[in-house]
């Protein structure tokens, strides 16, 4: 089994969530999806949100980054009101504060690996993107996958590769929707520790979507969505560690 220390999280407020609601128009009339939402989570914390499936969490997570936009409510990212902002700022705001990991993994395939992490650096006009880059996939385990592109790697290395471009540019909060859920169990812990520990090397703050409780129980927090509605569940000691099962 592998423990995993938990990083002891800041006092600052990185994202904050509002009175945030959704409602869409389906055949039958408006639908509710998220109830008026509040949700506070400081710099280096780590929480994960759970329920079961069309329950609203990667609704939620899209507001969160705002990727969508909601029907009612306010979401304050790195001190910035995102639904004050056009879709262009937001995608800027987003660019400079927020990393992603996806089930899909979402890389380009035309791309190598190197050129897939290079990608947000040089988005940032950073000069040394390839040195960067190269270093991040050596520290995920792939300093010698460099030049191989995405349909060439497994699923693991994949994931691997999704981790390093989004942690390559620091930024203040990941938020990962489902990042085990196309990998076999013994894969997934790899991924899973890698992720916590970049987390608690670089102080990210993490919001993780699973179904999966045994992963959501390596958060400090975790919150439940229940027909559109949050709950905190539990909430862990700070100063305590996470264990990915056997």
């Known amino acids: 089994m592998t423990a995993i220390p938990v990083k002891v999280a800041s006092t600052e407020p990185v994202l904050t969530a509002s009175g945030l609601a959704k409602t869409v128009e389906d055949s039958s009339g408006p639908l509710t999806i998220l109830h008026k939402i509040d949700l506070t989570l400081l ?42 902002l056009d879709e262009d700022a937001r995608a800027i705001h987003r660019s400079l504060h927020v990393g992603f990991v996806f089930q899909s993994f979402q890389l380009l395939s035309h791309l190598t690996a190197l050129e897939n992490v290079m990608l947000p650096l040089e988005l940032r006009g950073v000069r040394d993107a390839r040195a960067q880059a190269e270093a991040m996939l050596a520290r995920v385990g792939l300093g010698g996958r460099l030049h191989h592109r995405p349909t060439t790697l497994s699923g693991g290395e994949q994931q691997r590769v999704a981790l390093a471009r989004a942690f390559v540019v620091r930024p203040q909060i990941l938020m990962a929707d489902e990042p085990t859920g196309s990998l076999d169990h013994a894969t997934g812990q790899t991924i899973m520790s890698l992720m916590f520990d970049l987390n608690r090397e670089q102080g990210t703050t993490l919001v993780l979507v699973t179904h999966d409780m045994q992963l959501a129980q390596l958060c400090q927090r975790i919150f439940r969505i229940d027909e559109g509605r949050l709950s905190e569940e539990a909430r862990r000691d700070q100063l305590g560690s996470g264990t990915i099962p056997a």
């Open 43 to 84: 710099q280096g914390e780590t929480a994960a949100i759970v329920g079961a499936s069309g329950s609203g969490k990667s609704t939620l997570l899209s507001l969160l980054a705002g990727l969508d936009v909601p029907s009612a409510g306010e979401v304050v990212l790195c001190g910035q009101s995102l639904f004050d």
